[in-house]
């Protein structure tokens, strides 16, 4: 196991490490962004402390230079296990050694760490400490609530301040602290973005150039119009109809490959032309704003807001990761630490939150309409608060008490950048593309058997009260597909003329709120359960087309994009 810490909070961190040895685990202690810590005028003692906890110590900055990184390496490769023990105080002393004599089952880990464990309530070490013993559970569940009832103290709380005493006295001589140090630019930047009076500000920035820009304008814009427009519909698309019509007789093989919803015209033109670069381009811009460690400083500066809807700042990062792929976000709703927390921010997903291809997708359609993408920011914002304050109302459960490690504020270093960007789109790519010819399959035996038309017939009394043409009905099938699928239908009905900019903004908006994809409804069943996901599906469902129509009625009234 390596234990990686940050050398700027080694009293907090090293308990976890305690714990680590105390389990009899092999495990080599890493002191990372040392060259933080050395800035800020601290010395760590790396030789003392590791003579103190007996396991290979190490210091590193491992994010810029690499630096300790090859002595790593060699520390795993020359490793020896540690048996170092840490003393408690004598009467816990004393209940550890009762308690763990009574377990004979086989363990991976240490029985006194087992112990300590049990003492402090663990629910699933428990579990697992009743399947090993058997019988005998019953004379050590004993042993440990006459001791939990003896002592009338929280042991939890007791052995967290024994393990905080016994890092003190190891962190004694270790650690030196030079006085004078002037704040950086960095530092000083970092403290900007987490005021609100400048943190906003400064967030409006980043949006604007790392969204609306590089990816609204250069993704959806520049690299989708040359990919689409030039290479599939002037090249690519001709030459493939033209080899299909050619060597291929059938009517029905020539609509699976070349046709309205062919494999090749529509799922490998959406996947590669359309989605892959508004991903690429948001992954590029996620991974610098990552790598800067600007997303923890977002987290504090949200805080206040997320407490109002039930959540707090620790949920910023599923909601940004949701800008990513909403599926992926949901499945990390699991770090938050209520089921009250987890269900309503699985609902604000499933609601306000598009992926990146979806949302770089209407950032490219909005931006060429004056007013259009406001009118659907604002709308965004406002269901995302309304519904989250409605939730915080309705959902019972405690809020939970919010605190975040702050990262150094760095340059983002173009290696990793690259890595991160690469890998992300690798992943989403080999997700996506299996399904966008599965989609087109389906679309396709839905065209040639009449259930596509009597699907997309059942939605168009939907689509005209929200003002929209029938065509707008495909989209919307599509969106349950893959919310970026349905995205890119909205391309091709505004590339076709089909929609003014009051219908384009209502059908933006409509869509981004419209019910999640299939991948997405399946993890929100597998995390929240079917009751739960259900109602969310229908709820959503409901307020998408709520909004829609209200919006329709507004936006006509008022003229605003006329």
Known sequence: VVHVIDARNLERMLPMTLQLIEAGLPVILLINIMDEAERVGMHVDIALLQEKLQIPVLGGAMGRAKRGLRELRDAIRDFKVSKATFNYATDLEKDIHGISKLMQGDYTLNRRSLTLMLLQRDEEIAERVRDREGDRYESVEKAVN???????????????????????????????????????????????????????????????????QFVGGFGAGTIVDFLEGTLFEEFLNPWVIGLCETYIPWYWLNELIVGEYGLFTLGVRYAVAIILPI??????????????????????????????????????????????CDTMATVVTRTLES????????????????????????????SGVPGALLVWMASMVGVFLFVGLLAAQIVPGERPMFYMEIPPMRLPQMQNVMIKTLTRMQWYFMEIFPLFMIASVLLWAGKLSGALAWLVSAFNPVMRLLGLPNEASAAFIFGFFRRDFGAAGLYDLQT??????????VAAVTLTLFVPCVAQFLVMQKERGWKTSLAIFFLVTGLAFAVGWSLNKFLLMTGILA
């Open 146 to 212: 006459d001791t939990v009832f003896d002592r009338r103290v929280d042991l939890h709380l007791r052995i967290s301040l024994e393990r905080k005493r016994i890092c003190k006295g190891l962190l004694d001589g270790v650690i030196t602290q030079k006085e004078g140090n002037q704040q950086s630019l960095a530092d000083r930047f970092s403290t900007l973005t987490m005021n609100p009076w400048t943190g906003v500000p400064l967030l409006l920035i980043v949006l604007y150039l790392g969204l609306y």
């Open 496 to 505: 076709d003329g089909l929609l003014d900019p009051v219908q384009l903004t």
């Open 279 to 324: 991903v690429g381009t948001f992954f590029i811009a996620f991974a610098v704003i990552e790598d800067s460690g600007y997303f923890p400083r977002l987290a504090m500066l949200v805080d206040r807001i997320f407490k109002k809807i039930g959540l707090n700042g620790r949920a910023v990062i599923p909601m940004v990761l949701g800008f990513g």
């Open 339 to 366: 089921t009250r927390e987890r269900i309503i921010a699985t609902l604000l997903l499933a609601l306000a939150i598009p992926c990146s291809a979806q949302m770089g997708v209407i950032l490219g359609l909005l």
